[in-house]
């Protein structure tokens, strides 16, 4: 696996809508693998293929109860309303107010190209539809209520 660069707002690939994926193949599998690591690395909690620069429908997530890996993904269901600070790895240092469901249905193929349907709420449902509008060539920006603000994240202290 590798760290790939993660593209950031104004590459005109971040605008463009991803391919479904026909297969798993080899190269597939490593751009997940690689996806996954660029991921973690940068302390995100979700990453689509678009920004690293591959134009196919596979997302990453996780919020912290494992990876969801998201191969053509569509939501069929959302319920509620959530307004909160949504940040993006294509928009380093920034945040804004964004309005998302606050429950999500996704249907998604895995690994293996078999269907799987997930369900989130909160975060998660939030990581979801964020991911998902990076394959439709949609970032968060264009949804933030008001402006967007810097980000400062500060460095978790060690313990003596």
Same mark, same amino acid.
């Given at each position: $696996? =590798? ?7 104004? !590459?005109?690939?971040?605008?463009? #809508?991803?391919?479904? /994926?026909?297969? %798993?193949?080899?190269?597939?599998? #490593?751009?997940?693998?690689? $996806? ?29 109860? &494992? ?16 307004? &909160?600070?949504?940040? *993006? ?8 107010? /964004?309005?998302?469901?606050?429950? /999500?249905? %996704?249907?998604?193929? !895995? ?13 998660? =449902?939030?990581?979801? *539809?964020?991911?998902? !509008?990076?394959? !439709? &060539?949609? $970032?968060? #920006?264009?949804?933030?209520? &008001?402006?967007?603000?810097? /980000? ?9």
């Amino acid at each position: $696996m =590798a760290l790939r660069t993660i593209r950031t707002q104004g !590459d005109p690939v971040l605008t463009r #809508t991803a391919r479904p /994926v026909k297969a %798993v193949t080899p190269r597939i599998r #490593t751009l997940i693998g690689d $996806m996954l690591e660029t991921m973690y690395d940068a302390n995100g909690v979700g990453l689509a293929a678009p920004q690293v620069g591959i134009l196919k429908r596979i997302a990453v997530i996780d919020v912290g109860d &494992g990876p969801f890996i998201l191969i053509n993904p569509v939501i069929e269901e959302t319920a509620g309303e959530q307004t &909160g600070d949504e940040g *993006c790895l294509s928009a380093p240092g920034m945040a804004g107010q /964004v309005t998302r469901p606050n429950y /999500v249905k %996704v249907r998604a193929l !895995d690994m293996d190209m078999e269907e799987q349907v997930y369900e989130g709420e909160e975060l998660l =449902a939030r990581a979801f *539809c964020h991911e998902i !509008d990076h394959l !439709d &060539g949609r $970032m968060y #920006t264009e949804l933030v209520e &008001g402006r967007l603000h810097e /980000v400062k994240y500060e460095e978790e202290e060690e313990e003596e």
